[in-house]
């Protein structure tokens, strides 16, 4: 910040308000001051002293175990989740500290979401939002968290984890957290006394920054992995999402959530493991990335025309299977088959992925009629965003920003000041002044869509099979690897 300061000439005056967006569930354990335990030398070498990032899965059977408690006492709140928790989510991971370190559990006074612990920091008050709590820690504005005799039949210790190391106070989003505090000040050159909103999370910010605030438009914002944010009128179920909190979002609507664990990532794998090196080669020719390479030659191609067919599950699914166990797979190769078939064909999986979301929130009555994109991929592969649109046969629009979870965050920022000293009132107010309309769009090619109809159906037909239990070859291939491991 002061770097930025000084390169821009910006006056700290003129920063009227500080919002944060941070990935989720991002969370670590703390002593009561907010200290994070890694820090202290008694256990910088203990991993569950450590954060747990947002794609942490090793709480598979926390995970499971959740679950299956849930249903077997049939927690109501377990359909605001599509059925299942996540391995990535608050409780899973926290269960695992316990399970698998009790002391750490036991010394930590406080466990708490990274977007909370960095506020807490800049304003010297520890403040949890109502954004994370109810996507990744099942709370509800109505119904609060699940009941101490749920956490206490998921393990005895674990009773009173939202008492004694969480809190039941949580405060909306758009609000208000506190101050920039001295220490704050210190380290970055603003003001003593800047508004501080409530802490987000990055991907649910980017909504207003794409002046989406109100149903019947997706919102995907497209990285490392896919996160779709769909705002709606009514709570309902739908098989699978991440999870539905009421002014999760947007004040006055229910916001929807699921996600794919992988959609970037697996480019950036094929590109580091498989591409040889003539690929390299041509793009240092060049002056280009190799994905750019790739991306042209696989324009070349027709929809179909590789014979190639993915399942996008290099990191598990999120949605709408939600299970971290299933992996990638790759159908149709021959020894004709090339790296541009092999780009395409990982392109289109995590299109389907993609789809099959569609299709669930839209069984559940949740209108898609076009969609806006965000996020690092959108600008960058313009294959990328066509094959979207060929897929879904939606219209897409590409945001106008390269940084909408800055820009989200910053208007949060905006309502925290409030509009008496520069800001606004409403988060619908900052979208309107403080976003534009993408002028980037694609359309659907009603022929390409014909095809990706039919690679879809058969898509389908293996994400069901591999997915829902008909073949567990993934969970078996894992248990060989893993026994292979400890020999």
């Known amino acids: 910040m002061p770097r930025l300061l000084a390169t821009t000439g910006i006056d700290p005056s003129d920063v009227i308000g500080i919002g944060v967006g941070f990935t989720s569930c991002t969370m670590l ?25 947002w794609k942490h899965h090793a709480a598979q059977p926390e995970a499971d175990l ?16 599509g059925g299942k928790i996540s391995s990535e989510w608050f409780f899973a991971k926290s269960l695992q500290i316990l399970h698998e370190d009790p002391e750490i559990y036991e010394r930590a006074d406080r466990l708490i979401e990274a977007a909370d612990w960095v506020v ?16 990744k820690a099942i709370w509800s504005k109505r119904d609060g968290f699940p009941s101490n005799a749920y956490f206490a039949a998921l393990d005895a210790r674990f009773e009173h984890v939202v008492d004694e190391k969480m809190s039941r106070t949580l405060v909306p989003i758009g609000s208000r957290a506190g101050e920039w505090s001295e220490r704050a000040a210190a380290w970055t050159g603003l003001r003593t006394g800047t508004p501080v909103a409530v802490a987000n999370v990055d991907a649910h910010v980017s909504a207003p920054a794409v002046q989406v605030t109100t149903p019947g438009t997706m919102v995907v914002i497209m990285g490392t992995s896919n996160c779709h944010i769909l705002l709606g009128d009514a709570l309902v179920t739908v098989e699978g999402m991440c999870g539905v909190v009421e002014d999760g979002v947007i004040p006055g609507f229910f916001g929807y959530e699921a996600g794919q664990s992988a959609v970037g990532d697996i480019f950036g794998w094929f590109v580091e493991n498989c591409v040889p090196p003539t690929y390299y080669e041509a793009a240092t020719k060049r002056g280009v990335v190799v994905h750019q390479i790739l991306e042209e030659e ?48 990982l392109i289109e999986a995590t299109a389907f992925g993609t789809r099959v979301i569609i299709d669930a929130f ?31 046969g939606r219209e897409l629009t590409v945001a106008t920003s390269t940084q909408t979870p800055a820009l989200g965050s910053a208007m949060f920022g905006a309502v925290a000041a409030g509009a008496q000293f520069g800001g606004y009132d409403s988060i619908v107010d900052a979208s309107q002044r403080m976003a534009r309309s ?16 039919a690679l879809y159906r058969e898509y389908l037909r293996l994400h069901d099979y591999l997915g829902h ?12 690897q893993f026994g292979t491991r400890t020999e």
Not at 438 to 453: C, K, M, S, T, W
Request: aromatic share 8%.
């Open 29 to 53: 354990p703390t002593t009561a001051d907010g200290t994070p335990l890694c820090l202290l030398e008694a256990f910088r070498r203990r991993p569950h002293a450590w954060v747990k990032l």
């Open 469 to 480: 239990g008909s073949n567990d070859v993934m969970r078996r291939l894992k248990e060989i």
């Open 66 to 81: 959740i679950n299956e408690v849930a249903a077997a006492r049939g927690e109501p709140w377990l359909d605001r989740y």
């Open 362 to 392: 839209e069984t559940a009555g949740l209108k898609v009629a076009e969609i806006v994109v965000c996020g690092g991929l959108p600008q960058r592969n313009k294959l990328l965003m066509q094959i979207y649109a060929d897929v879904t």
């Open 120 to 135: 807490w920091q800049l304003t010297g008050t520890e403040t949890r939002n109502n954004c994370t709590a109810g996507y």
């Open 298 to 345: 696989a324009s070349r191609l027709q929809p179909g025309q590789h014979g190639l067919l993915a399942l996008d599950w290099w990191n598990g699914n999120r949605s709408i299977l939600v299970d971290v166990e299933l992996t990638g797979l790759l159908l149709g190769m021959t020894l004709a088959t090339t790296p541009p078939d092999i780009y395409r064909a």
């Open 438 to 453: 993408g002028q980037e769009r694609y359309l659907p090619i009603a022929r390409h869509h014909d095809v990706y109809d």
